[in-house]
């Protein structure tokens, strides 16, 4: 059985858990406190020298890291992972938009704020970076008044990957009132099969 060590709350360690839980592969879940150095100790860094979560653990012992390489690891062979070498394309692109262009700000103020309680003491910074968050949320909510998903007509793991935090933006103080696709876009992913809400701690 696969082991996902994570973190409650992460929009990174839930992608994994989702797509498993929708494609039905079974694993165990070891949280790990990383506000309180859980992934710093010697015994996580030995799998994970990075020190970040999601880790995840085969049998055999090989580790994979990177919350995106394991969405594209585990929907390998499903219709979440499309053959198509185009769409294909099309996946890892809105993957690469997520790690570079939304998560390092969105989830990264929401982290700021709700974890670390920051609002105030950071509020210069925080106004900064959420403007860059805009930004992304503003290439969502054109992507999406022409499709229903990021990549046409099908859900796949590139809205596993950008409904991660998109969802919690409220978190780090961004308004989605202004984005009314993306409300939409929202719903219909909590509306697949299988669908598994986060658990925020």
Same mark, same amino acid.
């Given at each position: $059985?696969?082991?996902?060590?994570?973190?409650? #709350?992460?929009?990174?360690? %839930?992608?994994?858990?989702?797509?498993? %839980?929708?494609?039905?592969?079974? %694993?165990?879940?070891?949280?790990?406190?990383? +506000? %309180?150095?859980?992934?710093?100790?010697?015994?996580?860094?030995?799998?994970?020298?990075?020190?970040?979560?999601?880790?995840? +653990?085969?049998?055999? #012992?090989?580790?994979?890291?990177?919350?995106?390489? $394991?969405?594209? @690891?585990?929907?390998?062979?499903?219709?979440?992972?499309?053959?198509? !070498?185009?769409?294909?394309?099309? +996946?890892?692109?809105?993957? &690469?938009?997520?790690? @570079?262009?939304?998560?390092?700000?969105?989830?990264?103020?929401?982290?700021?704020? !709700?974890?670390?309680?920051?609002?105030?003491?950071?509020?210069?910074?925080?106004?900064?970076? !959420?403007?860059?968050?805009?930004?992304?949320?503003?290439?969502?909510?054109?992507?999406?008044?022409?499709?229903? &998903?990021? +990549?046409?007509?099908?859900?796949?793991?590139?809205?596993?990957?950008?409904?991660? @935090?998109?969802?919690?933006?409220?978190?780090?103080? &961004?308004?989605?009132?202004? @984005?009314?696709?993306?409300?939409?876009?929202?719903?219909?992913?909590?509306?697949?099969? #299988?669908? $598994?809400?986060?658990?925020?701690?």
């Amino acid at each position: $059985m696969l082991t996902l060590y994570g973190m409650s #709350g992460s929009g990174n360690c %839930h992608k994994a858990a989702l797509l498993m %839980h929708q494609l039905g592969i079974e %694993h165990r879940w070891i949280e790990i406190d990383i +506000v %309180h150095g859980g992934s710093r100790t010697p015994e996580f860094l030995a799998l994970n020298p990075n020190g970040k979560v999601p880790t995840l +653990v085969f049998d055999d #012992g090989r580790v994979l890291a990177e919350s995106n390489a $394991m969405l594209c @690891y585990l929907a390998e062979g499903s219709p979440l992972l499309p053959d198509d !070498r185009w769409l294909r394309a099309l +996946v890892l692109q809105w993957l &690469f938009f997520e790690q @570079y262009s939304h998560e390092p700000y969105i989830a990264t103020v929401r982290y700021w704020i !709700r974890y670390l309680g920051k609002r105030d003491e950071w509020a210069v910074k925080i106004a900064e970076t !959420r403007t860059r968050g805009y930004a992304a949320l503003d290439v969502l909510e054109t992507q999406l008044r022409k499709t229903p &998903f990021l +990549v046409g007509e099908a859900y796949t793991i590139a809205d596993i990957a950008l409904w991660a @935090y998109t969802h919690v933006a409220h978190e780090g103080d &961004f308004s989605l009132d202004a @984005y009314p696709q993306i409300r939409a876009w929202l719903a219909r992913v909590e509306a697949q099969p #299988g669908f $598994m809400p986060m658990i925020s701690k």
